[in-house]
């Protein structure tokens, strides 16, 4: 995909090129720019309207501008925003209370993203490894395909050489084995500790999202925890983008029948507000006062707007709609499949977190269909080259996910 192409044949009000002259160029941007959404919508500067199946990358829980999250914003921006963690706050107390009282979990540790909370995951695994078990050189295991994030430890932990090219030198103690493989995890694990123990935390998501939507195998995930508990090593759930009730259950690990020891979450929790937790069993809850912080984690203004996302996935039953929702566009999709057997090789995916992968010899990529899809209206976003993504907003519609499935069938159509 060239986005000046795109620059130049889409109008806009708002120059992207003068954008492109102030802001780093550190993304390959559609060349849209959004100023407006309400529920699965967004709108344009030119006043288009799109049906927004990418919910800003599996985050905007609720979709646009919901009055819960709206009054949570405004309530909260009129009481009390920031105090720092030298103190105190009811929402930070609320939201902790909530998570742990709906998952394994139980404590909770917050940041403000992705990539932080995994740094907490890797450190609280680290901080174990040395004072529980006395590792002196502890190892993370993580997955080929896996995604963590864009900070030197995250990239590292990411099984995928593209994010950590010209990064090096890499943060030491990670190790990577093929994802869904009990058996390559089996040999790394011995291997590795073979002289004296050192593997200290296996470290994967439930689904990998960003990796091509591909769901954990439940025989694996058991496998994975049965190890974990022989060996004392710990098991960290990246929860970013497959938790918050996008698969369907609340938590991705729900749906392997497991618990891990650490887990972490971000993305939907904020529902759009940047917020990022990390969440861990008493017996693995090793930090004291200074040993991890965050200026802005836990404010009482991000945790009250995550604590209403939370409420409303309860209030509103959304767990029973991402399902219903999940299962009409996986058929949906299945009936593309039929209809383009050539094209499509693969339809996967848990609740609302489905992939639509494109087969080896199709002449075009998954960007081809979301350019297409956009003249459609319907903003969709690849999980890499070969893998549409279908993240929308967990209150979407039976008729919305209908008119997602007519824009990617008129791409299909057209690009065949
Ligand atoms: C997006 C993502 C991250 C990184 O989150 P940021 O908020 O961008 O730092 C980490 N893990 C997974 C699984 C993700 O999808």
């Given amino acids: 995909m060239s986005p000046d192409t795109l620059a130049k044949s889409a109008p806009s009000a708002y120059s992207t090129a003068e954008f492109d002259d102030y802001v780093m160029t550190t993304y390959a ?44 914003v405004t309530e909260q921006a009129q009481t009390l925003i920031h105090v720092s ?13 909530w998570l742990v009282e709906h998952s394994c979990a139980d ?40 995604f963590h994030g864009r900070t030197l430890a995250t990239i590292t932990a990411t099984g995928q050489p593209k994010y950590q090219q010209n990064f090096d030198p890499l943060v030491p103690g990670f190790h990577y084995v093929p994802y869904n493989d009990t058996e390559a995890l089996k040999t790394a694990i011995a ?29 694996y995930f058991q496998a994975v925890r049965q190890l974990c508990d022989e ?30 020891d650490i887990f972490t979450s971000a993305k939907g929790l904020g529902g759009g507000v940047p917020i990022g937790a990390m969440l861990c069993k008493s017996h693995c809850n090793v930090f004291n006062p200074g040993d991890h912080a965050s200026t802005f984690g836990g404010n009482p203004f991000a945790c009250a707007v995550a604590f209403s996302v939370c409420q409303t996935i309860e209030q509103e039953n959304l767990l029973a709609n991402v399902q219903a929702r999940g299962e009409q566009l996986r058929s949906g999709l299945t009936q593309l499949a039929q209809k383009f057997p050539h094209l499509i090789s693969d339809v996967r995916g848990w609740g609302l977190i489905d992939g639509l992968e494109l087969s080896a010899d199709s002449t075009f990529t998954a960007a081809d269909i979301v350019k297409i899809a956009i003249q459609e209206g319907v903003l969709l976003v690849p999980a890499g080259p070969k893998v549409l993504r279908f993240v929308p907003p967990l209150i979407v519609s039976a008729e919305e996910i209908d008119l997602a499935l007519v824009a990617v069938d008129r791409a299909l159509t057209a690009l065949n």
């Fill in 29 to 72: 941007r559609f060349p849209l720019t959004l100023t407006r959404g309400s529920g699965c919508r967004v709108w344009d500067d030119q006043g288009r309207e799109y049906l927004d199946f990418v919910a800003g990358i599996a985050t905007c829980t609720l979709g646009h501008a919901h009055p819960a999250i709206t009054a949570a």
């Fill in 107 to 146: 404590r909770a540790f917050f940041c403000n993203s992705g990539a932080e909370a995994n740094e907490a995951a890797i450190k609280l695994a680290r901080k174990y490894a040395h004072t529980v078990r006395n590792i002196t050189n502890p190892i993370i295991i993580t997955a080929n395909a896996s």
């Fill in 191 to 219: 291997h590795l500790d073979q002289q004296q123990p050192q593997v200290a935390a296996i470290m994967l998501e439930g689904l990998q999202g960003e990796g091509g939507v591909r769901p954990g195998d439940l025989s």
């Fill in 231 to 260: 060996k004392q090593i710990l098991l960290i759930m990246d929860e970013v983008q497959v938790g918050m009730g996008r698969s369907g259950k609340l938590w991705g690990y729900e749906n392997l029948g497991i618990e891990p």
């Fill in 85 to 97: 963690n030298l103190y105190y706050n009811t929402p930070q107390g609320n939201l902790a209370k």
